[in-house]
């Protein structure tokens, strides 16, 4: 029966292997922050170290990798190419996540703004307003004003 054009295709057998990006990512990110760490110095110091010891110092029925430790060289050289891009992967998440970041705080930024540019145009508005509200002392000193008005008529007409 061939293949209908409504309805999905039934998966078959992959030839790749499928994996979870999102996982690997994460594991590669884990990876990365290790490698980046004065504990794995230490802990790779200890293993060359122990790696030149044994194979220097141990009798020549036990050493594996005689002098210019080629095995060695080559288990670093394997390392440091699987090293490599787990950390340039970690990177591009990292500044992934970054430019994510950025926006929000941008989008942020600008909301603040546009607040901070409303509450100064009302903090005038208020100001202006004030202006033409009558304050204490204004209404004091026009008090004053009027009942030096309405004493003076009444010291004119005693005299």
């Known amino acids: 029966m061939p293949d209908r054009l409504d309805q999905p295709r039934q998966p ?15 594991l590669s990110e884990r990876i990365a922050r290790f490698l980046g760490t004065a504990r794995f ?6 293993f060359v170290a122990v790696w030149v010891l044994w194979n220097v110092l141990a009798p020549q029925s036990l050493k594996f990798d005689p002098y210019p430790f080629i095995f060695l060289t080559l ?3 394997l390392q440091a190419s699987y090293a ?3 950390i340039l992967l970690a990177q591009n998440r990292q500044d992934d996540r970054d430019r994510v970041q950025n926006e929000h705080d941008r989008r942020a930024a600008e909301r603040n703004q546009a607040d901070l ?11 202006m307003a004030l202006g033409e509200v009558a304050t204490r002392d204004y ?13 003076e008529p009444q010291g004119a007409v005693e005299s």
């Open 12 to 26: 078959g057998p992959r030839l790749r292997p499928h994996y979870d990006p999102e996982a690997f990512g994460r």
């Open 41 to 46: 110095l230490v802990y790779m110091t200890g």
């Open 75 to 77: 288990i670093l050289s």
């Open 84 to 86: 490599a891009p787990l």
């Open 117 to 127: 540019d409303y509450l100064t145009r009302e903090i005038a508005a208020l100001r």
């Open 139 to 151: 209404i004091r000193s026009e008090l004053q004003r009027l009942q030096e008005d309405l004493q």
